[in-house]
Nanobody
């Protein structure tokens, strides 16, 4: 079992910055990919950025050059630095952890944190 708790959301003006954090606990050794997803009203949840256990990162095109995913050395906290925010970045942001144990894949989710970009 893995528990994920996000923090850091809020209201920011266009062009501003926010940093999201996701604290992981439980069987974190079993996590092989962590990522940030977002879901805007009336839209499907989408992948924003992900990082593998080897440190490989990937971003959706809409956030490339503006968002940076990272984690601490202990791999217990995941971050998403969001710069040059736009109104279309408004969404609930979710932390995700993927595990594979004995060939069984599991997805774990945090409760979500609201990010609102508005003047």
């Amino acid at each position: 079992q893995v528990q994920l708790v996000e923090s850091g959301g809020g209201l920011v003006q266009p062009g501003g910055s926010l940093k999201l954090s996701c604290a992981a606990s439980g069987s974190i050794f079993s996590i092989n990919v962590m990522g940030w997803y977002r879901q805007a009203p009336g839209k499907e949840r989408e992948l924003v950025a992900k990082i593998t256990s080897l440190g490989e990162v990937d971003y959706t095109d809409a956030v490339k050059g503006r968002f940076t995913i990272s984690r601490d050395k202990a791999k217990t906290t995941l971050y998403l630095q969001m710069d040059s925010l736009r109104p279309e970045d408004t969404a609930v942001y979710y932390c995700n952890g993927k595990t594979v144990i004995a060939g069984v894949r599991e997805d774990y989710w945090g409760q979500g944190t609201q990010v609102t970009v508005s003047s």
